[in-house]
Each structure stands twice: as C-alpha cells, then as structure tokens.
C-alpha cells in the first residue's frame, strides 16, 4: 500500500474503498472481542468460514471479525446485514441451520434471537433490543460494524478525516478552543477539564513534549477501555495524533497492561498500518507534522494506572508516584511537558473535532458533556459495556438498560469508581450520572466501572474486599498508606471474622483520615472510600458484625452457619454425597443433619440442594436449632 | 494446550542479548525487556538479571526492586499449568472467595505458590474482564466460566 | 533564582524560589519534624511527617512540606489540631515496628504518640528509604536497594555488591532510626559466607 502524501489522495482512497463496497451484500459481522473469546467465538468464526465455503457462498457473503458489541451477558453475538437481524448466544452448531436459513432463505430463527423478559417479545433487530436501544453510542457504535485488524474499515467509515481537517484546516490554537468548548473532562477518573490540560502543555516553554494513552484499566469490573482499544485501536491513535499537534508533540506512547494481549495485538497491528498509509510517522499527509507512536506494556501493578506513576513506569523504573506538586502537563514524562489521557477520552477528540463541539455539549448535563462508557457487572442480568448521555439516571442504566437483578433478587447498592469509590444504596438510584453528581454522593465516576450488589452481598466484606485489594497494590512509599491502610485492612478483617469490638469504627475513621490527607498519591488519598460510603449507608451491617457477631447478608463465614431445615429436608443424599468434609449425616429417607464441628463452610451442600426442597438455610447471629431425635428424623411414607 | 516442560536452567545469553538489542540496550525499556524474558523462560533466574543488568548498564538493585514490584514477573519457576481465579469485584460479588477456597483445598498451594511437582501454580489476578462469566476460573489460557466450587475439581483433573 | 516572600505560622519569611517549604522554615529557625529527610540527599516524601498546611488563592491543602516548593505570597502553617493528629498517627503506625527507637520515641513523647496503639510488626524498618538512597546518590554503589511492593516492601542487600563494598563503607549505618539496616546487612553477610557467589555462564 503506498503512502498517502496529501487529503486529496486520501479522498481518492475512500471514494475507491466505498465503491468496492456494496452496502447491500451480505454480512455477518462476529463479536471477537476478548470476552466473547472466553464464550467461543473463535470456534463460532471458524464454523462460520467453513459452513460458507461448503454451502458455495465465499463470493456472495463477508465476514467480518468486529471489536466488543456490548451485550457481554448474551456472548457470542451475530448481526447479520444489511436487515440487521441480530442472533444472541450462538453455538458452533447453530451455524449451519443461521447459513441455510436465513442466509440462504431470509428465514428467521427465533430461538437464536433476544426475548424480552417482561413481554416475551421477539426481537429481531440489534437496535431495537433494549439494552442497546437506550443507549447514546457515539463511541461503542462503529464496534459492531469494522474489523479492528483493517484500517479500511475504519477509512470506509470516514476514519482519519477529523485529523486531515486539524492539519490542514486548522491551527493549534483552534483545536484547543474547540476541545475547552466541548468541556470534554478526562474518562479515566479525575475528570480534569482535557482542554485546560492540554492547555497547561501547549504553553510550556520546552521543545520536547509528549502524549501518552492511559490503557492500563486497573478497576476490577471494568473493561471498557480494552474493548475501545481491541474494537476501534485507530479511533485512539487519530485523537492521539490531534492532540500531539495541539500542544506540539512528536512523540506519543501507549501504555497498555500486559493482561491485554489482544489489545496489544490490534493496537501494534493499527500502528504498523497507520505508518504504511502515512498517518503516523514524517510528514504526515504532506503537512509537515511528525508523530510517532510507541507501545509500552505494563508488568502488573494497580498502581500504573496513576499518572505519575505510570511515567515512572515508562522510564524504567518502579510505578512509585511523585507528588502532584509540580504538574505532570509542565513536567511529566523525564520532566518534559506531558498530556496523559485515558483511551476514553482521547477517542471522543475525533468526534469532537468531526461534529463540533456544539454537537458534543448537546449530550450530557451542564457539567459533564459526553457520554460515558460504564461496565455494568455484577448482580445485573445483562452484564456488559452500556455507553449512555451523561445525566442518565442510575435506575435507568440498572434497570432498563441492565435489565435488574438476576434470580428475583433485591437490589442493595452499586459501587462506582473502582477501590476510589464507593456505594450508594436504592435512595440513590434517581441520582443523574455524572462527575460531580457522583463525588457529592459519596462515590465517585471513576473509569466507569459500575459494580450492582444484592440482597448477598455483604457491605463489610465490600470494604474489606477494595481494601485487600489497595494493601496488594500499594506501592510501599509513603506512612498513610503502606501502614495505615494494612492497619484498616486488619480491622476490617476482624470485624467480618466476629472479632469485631468497640472502639474499631472510631479507630477506622482516624486511620481514614490520615489516608485521606497524609498520602502522597491518589491511590493511598481515596483507599479509604469504600469504608467511608459503606459505613455512611450501611452503618447497621456494621454493628450487627461487632456488636451481635452477626452477618446480615449470610455471607461472612465465621459468622454463619449451615442448616439443614428438617421440614424441608427429603433425605434424597446430594448434599450428604458432595460434602468435601464428610459432615453430613443421614441415610435415604432420614433427614440429614450437619455436623457444625466438621462443617468448613464451603457452601457446596447450599449450592446442590435441589431448589424444589430448598432445604439447606444460613444463619447467623443466632444459635443452630439443636436436632431432631432420631425417630422423628424418619422419613415415612405419606409424611409431611 | 501442551505447555513445553518449564526450563528451570537460565536462558542463554545469546537470546538475552538479543531481546536487549532490539530495544535499543535502552535502559528505559527494562520492563519491556524483563516481559519478554519471563514470557519465553516463564521466570527469571538470577544469572539472567545480572546479565540484563550488566548490557543495560542499570544497577542490580533496581532491577530486583522491579523484578519483585511488577506482578507480571517470577523468581522462582512457574509450575506447567498456571492457574488464575479473577477475584475482581463482580466475581467477588458472584462468590470468586469460595471458587478459591475450594481451589486452594484442591491444590495444596495459596496465591502465589508453585506445587512440588511444578505441575500447577496458583495466582489470583485483579479482573481478566469477562465479568459476564463470573466466576472465572483460567488455566493456561483457558477460560472456565460460571465455575461453581463443586466444578473445580472435574476441571483440574483434565490436567497433567 | 530570585527571591520570595512566604508566612510560616504568622511569621515573614524571605526564601530562594528554588527552596522548599522545609528548607524556608528551617533558614529561619522553625522546626519542622522530618524522619526520612536528609541534606544530603533527593527530598523523598515518604515519612510524611512533616506535613503542613498551606494556604494561596483561598484554598487550603495538606502537603509534605520537605518536597512542596516555597511560593511567593504562600501561607503555611506547621501546627494545627489536624496536623498534629496526623503526625501522631503517623508516629503510631511506625512505633508498632521500631517502638524502641530514640528519634521515634522523641517526636511520641512530643505528639503524644502511644507506641502500643497498634500491634506490634515483625520488622523494625520504617522505610525512610536513607540507607538506599545514600548508597544510590552519594555512594553510587546500590549495594542495597528495595525490593516488593505494598506492606510487604523490604530493604535488601544485593550481597556480590555487598561483600565488595560495605566492610570499608558503612557511612549508611548512622543514617538508620531504628536497627534495621544493621540487622540486614549481618543477615547479608551471614548467607554470604555459606553461598559463594554464582559462577558466570562462560558464553
């Protein structure tokens, strides 16, 4: 492939690729982002290529590989065009009855398609499902549509023309009014204004500057920065490129964590493919700009997800952050003028500069423009990626988008903003998503994972969990958080083992204050968040650990115990077969009883209990009912 | 997948050198370089760092603070199967505790170890992004996905 | 370089631009608490005593006064009931290893500090991170270094480097407030003696 040395080649290229393409051919485009891999769907492909070279099709229908959809709960997905008849959960052995029915005979399969829950509705079109109707997709849309491995596709779609206008149409300075106008505040956490960033850089009196893209996504739960990176890599490098001529950049590098292997995989690919059409590298398109882009793996550690840190961690050395005294946009990157964003954020500079900033500031709320990629993980029936207008309410995400909670159960609280964050309970489901509207919550935005918890879920434990979570990755450095968060953590830890006593909440609240304004860095300043949201909304699961040594939640294990309910119980031997501790006695037609000195709590006799007896309970904070006498432990015929 | 025996001798020096070289023996890229090493040698034994630290001119100590930092990276040999439970937070909310629990019963070995037969290492990892089937259970690659306690067992004996 | 005009606890101070807040107040006679502070070396910010309160443009913070830069028109304040909360909790966590450390115990006694606050850790490092800084900026030898991450961070002695450098150096040892690098630096040698150093593979 030649290079491209001007916009007017450029449109040639498109003309020529569009006219190749007929909108109207067949397609089935094929989810291959990393989580629909762990459903199968490299065997759905495989299937896919060979049923259409054996039904004599290869000339007639495309395949095409795309990024993540989405819809993660409903794995692997198809959507076939042009009529757009989305097929959910598909099976290898599904795709011979998919090619000769509906390829071949425009005939429907409704058992491959979504049904609505609550009308039984079939739904044949991906649009109209409801979990991608009410969502704004402005980024996640060209997912479902180009194969990341293929900058044509992204071409075909108009890829690469916000970066001709930047270089040809505009100056530096205009891009950057354009990027403060749309308000356009970082997706990665901080939510710092990127114009003002950016700003901040361009005016740095030095010759060196660099950009670099966050893509380390340490929040657990969350993943919708790996699935912009696996599905549009291009998207990314085109609003690195504008922001590197913003401030005045040559240089620009991905950190990416190495847990992403096919992230690494598209992005090294969309590279090598941008320097061959001349999008990156020495004078770009003729307009004299230079960019090149490097690709830096991370090696494990939470704690490169922080800006300094991770600067740290591209020099070479240990992820230990600096303070924020000296900011990194002045002197970052081996102390040069350095603009960090997250993958999220550089992708909207594209469309921002496309559409306008007026078109952007039309979604969103007055303070935070946009829309916003959540991970929607969890207690949730459609686990997945959701991208919605900022100042959607929590209730609709949870709800109308996520479907509620799987098994009838209630819902407790959703968690945002990763171990920075915290929970806000079913008071809170009306609150309008958003940077500020979150913080003053209690919690924050994050990176926009969005974790639901039920009825089961254990508020205590949720701290103690982040908080196990931040010791683990906690660099080491600085007093208020190597100790002070181990020390909360060993609180925490006792409290969910019923070794909970007064004086450690009190003593919970000083150490989070320490935290909060002793620590050198984000990480060891917010740890204490998840203890302070949950303590705010759930202080009485605290005090029913301490004070009654009882888990409300029946989740903590030295606080519950197992039991088997004797009207319940029908002897049928499941529970007493699979018990890995040998501690359930009974015979057939004798109601068993579990033996609480062998018992290990490993939940298998709760799991395996058939759910028409539902005869294994949990109870905590009271004493186990002492058992039956034998006799009355007989099983009779035509008894209860 | 069949996993090659896992070497317990040092890479050469020849294959060292040459990762070193196409990162330009730039100190910077020592993470870079240390990935690739522990990627092909599956750990990385003292004779490696001290000659990395020798052609990368970067002191022994700063090596080991990264070699021991970064998660990514082993001192000791790996066992054949690497066994991975996600315990991020929507797996932890569907029960991760109780997958690993009953994962460490079956094993012998906690997070972090390597059995005596180096047949299976066990490490927790903070969300391998397939929050939709959770609990996640992940063997060399392979993903065991809604994994129950009870189902443990069956899918470490498809192992040797 | 020019100069500035900062108040630290109501008093004027004319400081270099290029100071930090520590170095301002210390010019000036007023005493600032530092445990991983030295001269000598790069300000490192870890301990996180010597936090202060500052004040520009009507907010207020809490930074690390030995790494925060001295501002024109700045208002710090060394003291308050805040500060001096931290400061004791700070002395607290480290007391739970090196409860028996004269530096340690003299700042307890000072912010009424309870060395018993917390149980007592199995090491006596507290992480000033002097020995390894010394050894790395002054010495340039990196004869010892840290190694892991989180609670579980440790000093370590490389002991080839070791045994070539530090029975004729030992200028880290006074450095230490507690006992700790002695003791590393003896377990050190002890496995020394019994392991020679590796044979180099001949290439």
């Not at chain 1, 009654?548 to 039991?563: D, F, G, R, S």
């Not at chain 3, 006596?124 to 990196?142: A, M, P, T, W």
């Given at each position: 492939?030649?290079?491209?040395?001007s916009?007017?080649?450029?449109e040639?290229?498109?003309?020529?690729?569009?006219?190749?393409?007929?909108?109207?051919?067949?397609?089935?485009?094929?989810?291959?982002g990393?989580?629909?891999?762990?459903?199968?769907?490299?065997?759905?492909?495989?299937s896919?290529?060979?049923?259409?070279?054996?039904?004599?099709?290869i000339?007639?229908?495309?395949?095409?590989?795309?990024?993540?959809?989405?819809?993660c709960?409903?794995g692997?997905?198809?959507?076939?065009?042009p009529?757009e008849?989305?097929?959910?959960?598909?099976?290898?052995?599904?795709?011979?009855?998919?090619?000769?029915?509906?390829i071949?005979?425009?005939?429907?399969i409704?058992?491959?398609?979504?049904?609505d829950?609550?009308?039984?509705?079939?739904?044949?079109?991906e649009?109209?499902?409801?979990?991608?109707?009410?969502?704004?997709?402005?980024?996640f849309?060209?997912?479902i549509?180009?194969?990341?491995?293929?900058i044509?596709?992204?071409?075909?779609?108009?890829?690469?023309?916000a970066?001709?206008?930047?270089l040809?149409?505009?100056?530096?300075?205009?891009?950057?009014?354009?990027?403060?106008?749309?308000?356009?505040?970082g997706?990665?956490?901080?939510?710092?204004?990127?114009?003002?960033?950016?700003?901040?850089?361009?005016?740095?009196?030095?010759?060196?500057k660099?950009?670099?893209?966050?893509?380390?996504?340490?929040?657990?739960?969350?993943?919708?920065?790996?699935?912009?990176?696996?599905?549009?890599?291009?998207?990314v490098?085109?609003?690195?490129?504008?922001?590197a001529?913003?401030?005045?950049?040559e240089?620009?590098?991905?950190?990416?964590?190495?847990?992403?292997?096919?992230?690494?995989?598209?992005?090294?690919?969309?590279?090598?493919?941008?320097?061959?059409?001349?999008f990156?590298?020495?004078?770009?398109?003729g307009?004299?700009f230079?960019?090149?882009?490097i690709?830096?793996?991370?090696?494990g550690?939470?704690?490169c997800?922080?800006?300094?840190?991770?600067?740290?961690?591209?020099?070479?050395?240990?992820?230990?952050p600096?303070p924020?005294?000296?900011?990194?946009n002045?002197?970052?990157?081996?102390?040069?003028?350095?603009?960090?964003?997250?993958?999220?954020t550089?992708?909207n500079?594209?469309?921002?500069?496309?559409?306008?900033?007026?078109?952007?500031?039309?979604?969103?709320?007055?303070?935070?423009?946009g829309?916003?990629?959540?991970?929607?993980?969890?207690?949730?029936?459609?686990?997945?990626?959701?991208e919605v207008?900022?100042?959607?309410?929590?209730?609709?995400?949870?709800?109308?988008?996520?479907?509620?909670?799987?098994?009838?159960?209630?819902?407790?609280?959703?968690?945002?903003?990763?171990?920075?964050?915290?929970?806000?309970p079913?008071?809170?489901?009306?609150?309008?998503?958003?940077?500020?509207?979150?913080?003053q919550?209690?919690?924050?935005?994050?990176?926009?994972?969005?974790?639901i918890?039920?009825?089961?879920?254990?508020?205590?434990?949720?701290?103690?969990?982040?908080?196990?979570?931040?010791?683990?990755?906690?660099?080491?450095?600085?007093?208020?958080?190597?100790?002070?968060?181990?020390?909360m953590l060993?609180?925490?830890t006792?409290?969910?083992?019923?070794?909970?006593?007064?004086?450690?909440?009190?003593?919970?609240?000083e150490?989070a204050?320490?935290?909060?304004?002793?620590?050198?860095?984000?990480?060891?300043?917010?740890?204490?968040?998840?203890?302070?949201?949950?303590?705010k909304?759930f202080?009485?699961?605290?005090?029913?650990?301490?004070?009654?040594?009882?888990c409300p939640?029946?989740?903590?294990?030295?606080?519950?115990?197992?039991?088997?309910?004797?009207?319940?119980?029908?002897?049928?031997?499941?529970?007493?077969?699979?018990?890995?501790?040998?501690?359930?006695?009974?015979?057939?037609?004798?109601?068993?009883?579990?033996?609480?000195e062998?018992?290990?709590?490993?939940?298998?006799?709760?799991?395996?209990?058939?759910?028409?007896?539902?005869?294994?309970?949990?109870?905590?904070?009271?004493?186990?009912?002492?058992?039956?006498?034998?006799?009355?432990?007989?099983?009779?015929?035509?008894s209860? | 997948?069949?996993?090659?025996?896992?070497?317990?001798?040092?890479?050469?020096?020849?294959?060292?050198?040459?990762?070193?070289?196409?990162?330009?023996?730039?100190?910077?890229?020592?993470?870079?370089?240390?990935?690739e090493?522990q990627?092909?040698n599956?750990?990385?034994?003292?004779?490696?760092?001290?000659?990395?630290?020798?052609?990368l001119?970067?002191?022994l100590?700063?090596?080991?603070?990264?070699a021991?930092?970064?998660?990514?990276?082993?001192?000791?040999?790996?066992?054949?199967?690497?066994?991975?439970?996600?315990?991020?937070?929507?797996?932890?909310?569907?029960?991760?505790?109780?997958?690993l629990?009953?994962?460490q019963?079956?094993t012998?070995?906690?997070?972090?170890?390597?059995?005596?037969?180096?047949?299976?290492s066990?490490?927790?990892?903070?969300?391998?992004?397939?929050?939709?089937?959770?609990?996640?259970?992940?063997?060399?690659?392979q993903?065991?996905?809604?994994?129950s306690?009870?189902?443990?067992?069956?899918?470490?004996?498809?192992y040797? | 370089?020019?100069?500035?005009?900062?108040?630290?606890?109501?008093?004027?101070?004319?400081?270099?631009?290029?100071?930090?807040?520590?170095?301002?107040?210390?010019?000036?006679?007023?005493?600032?608490?530092?445990?991983?502070?030295?001269?000598?070396?790069?300000?490192?910010?870890?301990?996180?005593?010597?936090?202060?309160?500052?004040?520009?443009n009507?907010r207020?913070?809490?930074?690390?006064a030995c790494?925060?830069?001295?501002?024109?028109?700045?208002t710090?304040?060394?003291?308050s009931?805040?500060?001096?909360?931290?400061?004791?909790?700070?002395l607290?966590?480290?007391?739970s290893?090196?409860p028996?450390?004269?530096q340690l115990?003299?700042?307890?006694?000072?912010?009424?500090?309870?060395?018993?606050?917390?149980?007592?850790?199995?090491s006596f490092?507290?992480?000033?991170?002097?020995?390894?800084?010394?050894?790395?900026?002054?010495?340039?030898?990196?004869?010892v270094g840290?190694?892991?991450?989180?609670?579980?961070?440790?000093?370590?002695?490389?002991?080839?480097?070791?045994?070539?450098?530090?029975?004729?150096?030992?200028?880290?040892?006074p450095?230490?407030?507690t006992?700790?690098?002695?003791?590393?630096?003896?377990?050190?040698?002890?496995?020394?003696?019994?392991?020679?150093?590796?044979?180099?593979?001949?290439?």
């Amino acid at each position: 492939m030649p290079r491209i040395n001007s916009p007017a080649e450029l449109e040639e290229i498109r003309k020529e690729l569009l006219s190749q393409r007929d909108p109207d051919k067949r397609t089935i485009t094929l989810c291959s982002g990393s989580a629909c891999h762990a459903t199968g769907s490299r065997l759905v492909a495989e299937s896919i290529e060979e049923e259409i070279k054996k039904q004599g099709l290869i000339d007639q229908v495309d395949i095409r590989k795309t990024g993540c959809h989405g819809f993660c709960e409903r794995g692997p997905i198809i959507v076939i065009h042009p009529d757009e008849i989305c097929y959910l959960q598909i099976k290898p052995e599904d795709v011979p009855e998919i090619i000769s029915e509906t390829i071949k005979e425009n005939r429907i399969i409704e058992r491959l398609l979504y049904t609505d829950p609550a009308t039984e509705e079939e739904i044949i079109h991906e649009h109209e499902i409801p979990f991608y109707k009410n969502q704004q997709r402005l980024l996640f849309g060209a997912n479902i549509t180009i194969d990341p491995k293929s900058i044509e596709d992204y071409l075909a779609i108009g890829g690469y023309s916000a970066l001709v206008k930047v270089l040809f149409e505009m100056n530096p300075e205009q891009v950057l009014e354009e990027i403060k106008k749309s308000n356009l505040r970082g997706r990665g956490g901080g939510g710092f204004p990127a114009g003002i960033k950016w700003e901040g850089s361009r005016n740095a009196p030095d010759d060196k500057k660099y950009v670099i893209v966050n893509a380390d996504e340490g929040d657990p739960g969350a993943y919708m920065d790996r699935s912009l990176l696996e599905g549009n890599p291009h998207s990314v490098l085109e609003g690195l490129a504008i922001g590197a001529y913003t401030i005045g950049a040559e240089e620009g590098y991905i950190y990416v964590r190495q847990e992403y292997p096919l992230a690494v995989e598209n992005i090294g690919i969309a590279i090598r493919q941008a320097e061959e059409y001349g999008f990156l590298g020495d004078n770009i398109l003729g307009s004299g700009f230079n960019f090149k882009v490097i690709v830096h793996q991370g090696a494990g550690a939470f704690v490169c997800g922080e800006s300094s840190a991770l600067m740290t961690a591209l020099e070479g050395r240990a992820g230990e952050p600096r303070p924020k005294y000296i900011r990194s946009n002045i002197k970052g990157l081996w102390e040069k003028p350095t603009v960090l964003n997250n993958v999220e954020t550089w992708a909207n500079v594209p469309l921002i500069i496309n559409n306008g900033a007026d078109w952007f500031t039309q979604y969103g709320t007055e303070k935070s423009k946009g829309t916003k990629i959540f991970s929607l993980v969890g207690k949730i029936n459609n686990t997945g990626l959701v991208e919605v207008a900022m100042g959607m309410t929590l209730r609709d995400i949870i709800f109308k988008i996520g479907g509620g909670i799987p098994g009838g159960k209630e819902f407790k609280a959703v968690q945002t903003g990763g171990p920075s964050g915290g929970c806000l309970p079913g008071d809170s489901l009306d609150l309008k998503v958003g940077f500020d509207e979150l913080t003053q919550a209690g919690s924050m935005m994050g990176s926009g994972g969005m974790i639901i918890m039920d009825e089961d879920t254990c508020m205590v434990d949720v701290a103690r969990y982040f908080l196990n979570f931040l010791t683990d990755e906690s660099c080491g450095k600085c007093v208020p958080c190597r100790e002070g968060v181990k020390q909360m953590l060993k609180i925490l830890t006792n409290i969910t083992q019923g070794k909970g006593k007064e004086g450690d909440i009190e003593l919970l609240e000083e150490l989070a204050e320490v935290a909060r304004e002793g620590a050198l860095c984000a990480l060891g300043q917010t740890a204490p968040n998840p203890f302070i949201s949950t303590l705010k909304y759930f202080k009485d699961e605290y005090e029913a650990h301490i004070k009654e040594k009882k888990c409300p939640a029946l989740y903590c294990k030295e606080l519950i115990e197992y039991y088997i309910d004797p009207e319940k119980c029908r002897a049928c031997m499941i529970c007493l077969k699979q018990c890995p501790a040998d501690a359930i006695i009974g015979e057939k037609k004798k109601i068993h009883i579990i033996d609480q000195e062998k018992c290990t709590k490993c939940n298998t006799c709760f799991e395996v209990c058939p759910s028409r007896f539902s005869a294994v309970k949990k109870i905590s904070g009271e004493p186990v009912p002492p058992p039956i006498s034998e006799e009355e432990r007989i099983i009779t015929r035509g008894s209860n | 997948m069949v996993k090659e025996d896992c070497r317990t001798e040092a890479m050469d020096n020849n294959r060292i050198d040459q990762i070193i070289e196409k990162y330009n023996c730039e100190a910077s890229s020592l993470i870079q370089v240390l990935l690739e090493v522990q990627s092909e040698n599956r750990w990385l034994p003292k004779q490696v760092l001290e000659r990395i630290s020798e052609r990368l001119q970067v002191p022994l100590a700063r090596i080991q603070h990264i070699a021991t930092f970064y998660k990514a990276f082993s001192l000791v040999p790996k066992g054949r199967h690497e066994i991975h439970i996600c315990m991020g937070t929507a797996c932890h909310v569907r029960g991760a505790q109780l997958v690993l629990d009953k994962v460490q019963d079956l094993t012998g070995i906690n997070p972090g170890e390597t059995d005596l037969d180096l047949k299976f290492s066990l490490e927790t990892v903070n969300c391998l992004g397939c929050c939709a089937l959770g609990p996640v259970m992940e063997i060399d690659g392979q993903i065991h996905g809604k994994i129950s306690p009870a189902e443990t067992a069956d899918a470490l004996k498809k192992y040797d | 370089m020019s100069k500035i005009l900062m108040i630290i606890d109501g008093k004027e101070v004319e400081a270099n631009d290029d100071m930090t807040i520590l170095e301002a107040a210390q010019s000036t006679g007023i005493v600032i608490p530092t445990l991983c502070h030295h001269e000598k070396l790069e300000p490192y910010g870890g301990c996180r005593i010597c936090t202060v309160e500052v004040e520009s443009n009507g907010r207020t913070k809490l930074v690390a006064a030995c790494v925060y830069p001295a501002e024109h028109n700045l208002t710090v304040r060394t003291r308050s009931e805040k500060i001096d909360r931290i400061r004791k909790m700070v002395l607290q966590l480290l007391l739970s290893h090196a409860p028996d450390s004269e530096q340690l115990h003299d700042l307890a006694m000072e912010y009424g500090a309870d060395k018993n606050r917390f149980e007592k850790e199995a090491s006596f490092c507290i992480h000033c991170g002097l020995c390894v800084r010394y050894c790395n900026e002054i010495k340039k030898k990196d004869a010892v270094g840290f190694i892991n991450r989180g609670a579980r961070r440790e000093i370590s002695f490389i002991p080839e480097v070791a045994s070539r450098e530090c029975w004729n150096c030992k200028e880290c040892f006074p450095l230490c407030p507690t006992a700790a690098l002695q003791a590393a630096y003896v377990f050190t040698e002890a496995l020394a003696a019994s392991n020679p150093p590796f044979e180099t593979e001949s290439d």
